[in-house]
């Protein structure tokens, strides 16, 4: 197994982190090294987070309804920080019909409540096997590929 | 730039070539976070290379922050960043916290508290677990703190994992050793015993807001007169509130590097480094199942590993 180093990040003003700090203790369980960024992050603080620790994934989650501004922001920064390699998902309540514009913006996994967390590690099983064989699936790495 | 397939591969095992780890030594000292941030994974998964390009460090000084669980590390660490920081010092935290050792993985959760350092972009924090270490320190820990002396900190704070009376490792890698303690920790018998109590530069009892704080403080300090060490400082401290923390600060700055340690910490690392070594033989695993089998006794184990390992 590849053990990855994965920012959990909480955007935003919403201070509910029950979904984050499930996802975290499955990613640790699961073999992975977890950095939990703690509420109320500035998509500015997260990129940084995610440049600091060499995390090669970043999950983003949100239950206040600012994931479209949030989520899209953070891969726009990712990308001008030069890390356009690290994949972003997201978590929260995420309606169908705000998902195409994330996926646009570089989300390649959507994950609502109650799904189940063996769903989070197969979408990561797949980004390791993609990175291995050369696919593109980072967050400005243009590609359709996505899972959600 | 080194993307991330390459480093997922180096940790496996599969080499970077010694020309990437050079310019992310480059790039590093040139002020580039995601270099830096990528050469510390390269060393930390052992890299032989990354780890020869980071020999002779230039001078920077750093501090280990220890103690026991619960008392407040994460916030009196960042406390300490941000007033380094203020005072124009180029900081980088390394924040230990452990590795499951069922699952190999690892909830880093410190920055959760870091409110204040996390928000300052001149300072370099990093979460580093500790992996496939048996203490509480992860391996290569001195050769990441070279990584960031080179990227031009001079400023360099080591966050321990919660530890017990008898972890020292924090002293072989750090020039000095802040030993954080909380009010109502034990009673004067605690702060007798012999430990990391004794290697401490400077002593901390933090959340002096809290009652109990002045007492644990005297008691430490009746503690430290008993032994040899009765010239070491014991300060209050309140992090959450930021009293006392001007003062520390202050107290660390004047502390001077001393010689007579030397010898002990180059014993500490000596023997992280054969752990290191052993842990890192092929032999291990088959020896560890012969030793569950009964086949071997822990003395015929350890004369097997000290024989070279292709005899």
Redesign the interface.
């Known amino acids: 197994m590849t053990r990855l180093r994965i920012v959990v990040a909480k955007p935003g003003l919403d201070g509910h982190d029950r979904g984050a700090k499930v996802v975290a203790r499955a990613l640790r369980d699961a073999g992975h090294e977890v950095i939990y960024t703690g509420l109320r992050r500035t998509p500015e603080e997260i990129v940084r987070i995610v440049e600091d620790e060499d995390a090669s994934i970043v999950g983003l989650s949100s239950l206040s309804g600012a994931h479209a501004f949030l989520f899209p922001r953070v891969c726009e920064l990712l990308n001008e920080a030069g890390l356009g390699d690290v994949v972003v998902f997201g978590g929260g309540i995420i309606p169908q019909a705000d998902r195409p514009a994330l996926h646009e913006a570089g989300v390649r996994g959507i994950f609502g409540p109650g799904t189940p967390t063996d769903e989070v590690l197969s979408f990561l099983e797949e980004v390791v096997e993609r990175r291995a064989n050369g696919s593109p699936c980072g967050v400005g790495e243009g590609s359709d590929w996505r899972r959600s | 730039?080194v993307?991330?397939?390459v480093?997922?591969r180096a940790?496996?095992g599969v080499g970077v070539d010694r020309l990437d780890s050079i310019s992310l030594l480059n790039e590093a000292k040139n002020g580039s976070?995601?270099s830096l941030?990528?050469l510390?994974?390269l060393i930390q998964s052992g890299d032989t290379t990354a780890i020869d390009t980071v020999q002779n460090p230039p001078a920077s000084r750093s501090l280990g922050i220890t103690g026991p669980p619960g008392v407040g590390k994460s916030v009196l660490t960042d406390r300490l960043a941000s007033a380094f920081s203020d005072r124009g010092q180029r900081v980088a935290v390394l924040c230990i916290d452990p590795?499951?050792p069922v699952?190999?993985?690892?909830?880093?959760?410190d920055?959760?508290?870091m409110?204040e350092s996390?928000?300052d972009?001149r300072i370099?924090?990093?979460?580093v677990?500790t992996r496939d270490a048996v203490g509480s320190l992860p391996f290569r820990l001195s050769a990441m703190a070279d990584a960031l002396a080179h990227a031009g900190h001079d400023r360099i704070l080591i966050e321990t994992a919660g530890v017990g009376q008898t972890e020292l490792g924090i002293v072989s890698i750090a020039d000095h050793v802040l030993l954080v303690e909380g009010p109502e920790r034990g009673d004067i018998v605690q702060a007798e015993k012999a430990g990391i109590l004794e290697m401490a530069d400077v002593v901390v009892v933090n959340k002096s807001d809290l009652p109990g704080a002045e007492q644990a403080a005297s008691d430490l300090r009746s503690g430290l007169e008993f032994g040899r060490a009765s010239t070491v400082p014991v300060l209050l401290v309140s992090a959450l509130n930021h009293t006392g923390v001007v003062d520390l600060v202050e107290t660390i700055e004047n502390l001077i590097p001393s010689d007579t340690v030397s010898s002990m910490r180059w014993r500490l690392r000596l023997l992280e480094s054969l752990q290191q070594t052993v842990l890192s033989d092929n032999r291990l695993e088959d020896l560890v199942r012969r030793l569950g089998d009964g086949e071997v006794s822990l003395q015929q184990a350890v004369q097997e590993l000290l024989q070279p390992e292709d005899a």
């Open positions: 730039m993307h991330h397939a480093l997922e940790a496996i976070r995601r941030a990528r510390l994974s590795s499951s699952s190999g993985g690892s909830l880093l959760g920055r959760m508290r409110e996390g928000a972009e370099y924090v990093r979460s677990a």
